[in-house]
């Protein structure tokens, strides 16, 4: 009688200990993923502050940071648009299609574990070795990493949804105060160790990698999402 009930409390133990690993893994994936769906739902779209200069677009940010200290950069907003806008045009991102706007911190080394996942707890990173936009070469961002399943979800996981986007689809980056607008063209599924999309390949024509751990919620494949510059 003692080992039935042995067996019965660690068999429920073990059960538990499984979903729990499931909702650590899987979790916060699938919370962006209910997110998207319900916005879709509500025909909620986002658009881009179209403001010009780019000083006036950073005094809206102010003024809707001094109502809300927990706002990133959103929202001028009415019933079924929201306007996104850059939390910062020295070096930042906003992806419509999802809803993403985050900042982006630079020269970030990918080979650093230590490095890009404290950097990752607060933006999204910027490839050491990758170029600048403007400069004729790949710019590489990536997020969405971890050094064990169960902390995936610290770390920044503002691109979740990148595999939502579709050739065609806006990415705008903002860099030294010009707004860079790309359409993406081209998604890849790749293993952890290839590295060959992190180069600069100045000359090579504006084009820009964004990176994610595949499926969402692990860290065992990478997927691209690869933009080129709209005026190409």
Known sequence: MEKRKVMYYAGNFLIGMAVLGLVLTFGQSLYFEAAYKINQLKGISYGVANTSPLGEILKISRDEQ???????SKVLENNTEKILIPPSTDFSIVIPKIGASEK?????????KKEYLKVLQESIAHAK????????????????????????????AVFYLIGKLENDDDIYVFSQGKRYNYKVYDKKIVDPSDVEYISSNIGGGDRLILQTCWPPGTTWKRELVFGKLKSQ
Request: proline share 5%; glycine share 10%.
């Open 66 to 72: 001094e109502k809300s200290e927990s706002l990133l």
């Open 129 to 156: 070795g990758s170029a600048f936009p403007g400069l004729n070469g790949t710019t590489y961002l990536f997020a969405h990493s971890a050094d064990n399943f169960w902390n995936v979800g610290r770390y920044n």
């Open 104 to 112: 982006i911190t630079a020269n970030v080394d990918p080979a650093n």
